[in-house]
């Protein structure tokens, strides 16, 4: 126990903060305010400078390659921005997607059957890795300044569902984040949308991301790590991967959410997902916004294993239906596990049969769709 | 507003620029406001209940000091610390007591037409109750004198460092901080920093990644022994991690501000007996018990078999200061014969030669680490009879499979760099050499720091749990 001084005396007889203090109080307050905006600076660069290579195209071909990133990890694929986003003369087709379309090279033989077919259609390619339907919203709200002819929204049922959560990917992407934040994108989300959808957490947690985009930069950064450093050991010393993980992590993604969590993530229950809870406002708030900006859309359903389930369109028919120009199409039918490298991506061999289907699917969904007045931007 | 979150950080820093600019009174005012932010961010509805028992225990430090009447005094000291365990009672025991009524009834086949309250439960309450009460006792005893400024007094409880889970400060070391103008030196920002990345690197790389083995574990019926002993392993990692963890951030922030906050854990797991870890392990609630609890039941001064129950009372209410379950209860008590037993076997001093001692301490660590973790057994244990099955299943069906295997890998990774912490900082004190290698020290430092800090970026796991503590 402490002598009983009074704590108010203490106070009126204790020593000033010297000058020294206050020096020391001063340089720690610039010294955070520029260590911060440096770090806010340096980010930026090196997202400008290592962003643009979302995927490697092959230099012989010029077809885009794949690269197969595990799931769960922040912003694993930057969605595609296709230089020419709005050719003059040329009908833009936006395509909101996942890795189907963002990496296997789905999007580019479309445009090859555009061309073959006389090029008046333009495939503007948005997809993005794992892309669930919070991301399709921002990457919409984006894409509608383009004013296309019509906006594909090619997805799996786990998109609509909380079931990706299991899968370590996280309900806001760091893409969709940082989009949720540009300028141009919050003024068209719907209030509804950001009251329902953000906490405090999840918001400021955002406002990071586009301030200081490291989970970008993590993703991309470590994946060069990994192919420079880790596969080399591996190959060359033959070790054993999980030894090598073990001793040499630093590659790795996500190391222990692989080891602990993945590997024991039960397929089956799969089976018991359910749609958001949300799912109908979500929809009708994101025909909402096409409609107000007169793009017609069309939800593809694309070719997917049957253990992808739950269902989800009856839920999304019945929210489309009161919007004449939204379209659901289901090519699930189509698939063949034969031709498919796991539950959705195909293999080479059948990826022109699939773009072909898509292809045919957006054609058909452009003569029942009427085009929006030319130029027509309305309802911000 | 977690510690592991960016809203936290974001929180933090304009907090702290703001705390750079101002004077003494202004840096006060700042922090009431931060405190109350802070708080009102996880439920701000429990805010009234926070100051009205800030208001109640500032209003008796004033009475009492106004006061020479001994029976005024007591008077108000009961008032103070019937507000405050009313509050905590009310909040945080109810149910408890009612269900565990309902239970007794239906032993008795008799069906009490009794509905819990369900009360939410406010985030902290029974760490400011506890730094409430000691101050109104300190004050009743002539320990400290009475704060007078309602400000400073507001900011001693809602300090927002150690608001929610600690340290319990004593009005006789943080109010004292609060009064006078704090003095922020290089050196105290270079050890804030230090704690803060030690307590990261404990909560996000060791507490949440041991976390998922433990709960694998627990929540695992048909499990190995082998799983069994790895999951109490996995869960000692855990709990040590993720509160030591959460006392360095607390500390760490506090120590930028120019604050200078107790410490809580010493190298609990080099405990040697359960008085020794007691000495180590949450100490700011382990002294609490013992200066307002263990010494006014009587302390060791009413004889042996006395002192014994004291210790073991003592014990179990400091179990269920944790939660409202009887497996805290159970926990309580344990530690409290544990302690108990350890007074009967204590060797007497100068009995035996001291290298007797140094060959005997990897023992008695070991020793002491497992009757730890048999307590963390009751401790997480989902329901009491898995107390009893985990051992039975360490015992009678014992075998490694490859999870197994593998989960001891990575369970080892995670306690290697914690073994290196505490083993250091244990050596350091027992040879007396910190002071000798100040410069070794600071380059020591540096590199362990930057590769915490790698690791928190590698391993650390993003949108992890909460920290244990919280809920009590």
């Known amino acids: ?380 | 507003m977690l510690f592991n979150s960016w809203t936290f950080v974001f929180f933090f820093l304009f907090v702290y620029l703001a705390y750079l600019r101002l004077g003494h009174v202004g840096q006060n005012r700042l922090l009431f406001g931060a405190g109350l932010v802070f708080y009102g961010t996880w439920d701000w509805r429990f805010l009234g209940l926070l100051m009205a028992t800030t208001l109640v225990d500032y209003w008796v430090g004033l009475g009492m000091a106004g006061s020479s009447s001994p029976k005024k005094r007591r008077l108000l000291l009961a008032i103070a610390i019937t507000t405050n365990l009313g509050s905590l009672a009310f909040f945080k025991y109810c149910d408890f007591f009612l269900d565990s009524l309902v239970g007794l009834g239906r032993l008795f086949g008799i069906e009490l037409p009794i509905v819990p309250l369900g009360f939410l439960l406010p985030v902290g309450i029974s760490f400011y109750t506890f730094q409430e009460l000691s101050y109104v006792i300190d004050v009743h005893r002539g320990a400290v004198a009475p704060c007078r400024s309602l400000r400073d007094y507001a900011v001693y409880v809602t300090f927002f460092p150690q608001l929610v889970a600690g340290p319990i400060e004593r009005a006789s070391h943080l109010l004292r901080q609060v009064v006078q103008p704090r003095v922020i030196t290089w050196a105290g920002v270079r050890q804030g920093l230090w704690l803060i990345v030690c307590g990261y690197f404990l909560k996000v790389v060791v507490a949440d990644n041991a976390a998922r083995l433990a709960d694998r574990s627990f929540d695992a019926p048909d499990g190995t022994g082998a799983d069994a002993l790895l999951g109490i392993y996995a869960f000692a990692l855990q709990i040590y991690g993720d509160f030591a963890g959460y006392s360095n951030i607390a500390r760490g922030t506090a120590a930028l501000m120019g604050f200078d906050l107790m410490v809580n854990f010493r190298q609990p797991y080099f405990a040697t007996s359960p008085s020794d870890f007691w000495r180590r392990w949450h100490i700011s609630l382990s002294t609490w018990l013992r200066d307002y609890l263990y010494i006014p039941l009587g302390g060791n001064r009413r004889g042996p078999t006395r002192t014994q129950a004291n210790l073991i009372v003592t014990m179990l209410l400091g179990g269920l200061w944790h939660g409202a379950n009887w497996r805290f209860a159970l926990w309580g008590l344990y530690h409290g014969i544990l302690l108990a037993l350890g007074r009967l076997v204590r060797p007497a001093a100068g009995a035996r030669p001291a290298w007797w001692g140094a060959v005997l301490w990897p023992l008695r660590v070991v020793l002491m680490f497992h009757l730890t973790c048999y307590g963390w057994l009751l401790f997480r244990c989902n329901d009491l009879s898995q107390a009893v099955e985990f051992p039975q299943r360490i015992a009678g069906n014992f075998h490694w499979t490859d999870r197994a295997s593998l989960d001891a890998t990575m369970l080892l990774w995670l306690a290697i760099p914690v073994l290196l912490l505490d083993g250091a900082s244990e050596l350091a004190q027992r040879l007396g050499v910190a002071a000798r290698f100040r410069v070794g020290q600071t380059m020591l430092r540096l590199v362990a720091g930057l590769l915490m800090l790698l690791a928190i970026y590698e391993l650390g796991v993003r949108h992890g749990k909460q920290f244990i503590y919280f809920q009590f």
């Open chain 1, 1 to 380: 126990m402490t002598d009983p001084a009074s704590l108010s005396a203490v106070a009126s007889t204790a020593v000033l903060p010297s000058a020294g203090d206050r020096a020391v109080r001063s340089t720690l307050f610039w010294l955070i305010l520029c260590a911060t905006a440096i770090a806010v600076a340096t980010a930026h660069w090196l997202q400008h400078r290592y962003t643009f290579v979302s995927s490697p195209v092959d230099p012989a071909t010029g077809r885009v390659l794949p690269r197969m990133m595990p799931h769960g990890s922040y912003g694993a694929f930057l969605p595609r921005s296709d230089a020419a986003s709005n050719p003059p003369g040329r009908q833009p087709i936006v395509l909101l997607g996942n890795s189907v379309y963002q990496t296997c090279g789905i999007v580019e033989r479309m445009q090859g059957l555009a061309e073959a077919d006389g090029g008046q259609l333009a495939f503007v390619n948005r997809a993005q890795t794992g892309a669930g339907m919070h991301d399709y919203f921002a990457h919409m709200v984006k894409a509608v300044d383009l004013r296309p002819r019509l906006l594909v929204v090619a997805f799996i049922d786990l998109a609509f569902t909380p079931d990706y959560m299991r899968w370590s990917l996280p309900r806001f992407r760091t893409d969709a984040d940082q989009m949720l934040f540009d300028s141009d994108v919050v003024l068209d989300v719907p209030w509804s949308f950001l009251h329902r959808e953000f906490t405090l957490s999840t918001g400021l947690d955002s406002l990071v991301s586009s301030l200081f985009p490291y989970k970008r930069l993590d993703v991309l950064m470590r994946y060069e790590v990994d192919l420079g450093l880790y596969w080399p050991i591996v190959n060359t010393l033959h070790v054993d991967p999980v030894i090598v993980r073990v001793l040499f992590p630093l590659p790795v993604l996500n190391l222990t959410q692989d080891w602990v969590d993945r590997r024991d993530a039960p397929r089956s229950a799969q089976g018991r997902a359910q749609p958001w809870p949300e799912l109908h406002e979500l929809v009708t708030e994101f025909a909402t916004v096409c409609q107000q900006n007169d793009v017609p859309v069309l939800f593809l359903h694309q070719e997917a294993a049957s253990e992808m389930e739950p269902d989800v369109l009856p839920a999304l028919r019945a929210a489309c239906a009161p919007f004449a120009k939204v379209r659901v199409v289901d090519l699930r039918s189509a698939f063949v596990r034969t031709q498919f490298i796991d539950q959705v991506h195909p293999h080479e061999a059948a990826r022109d049969a699939y773009a072909a289907r898509h292809y045919k699917a957006i054609l058909q969904a452009l003569e029942e769709l009427p085009a929006g007045a030319p130029g027509a931007r309305s309802g911000k």
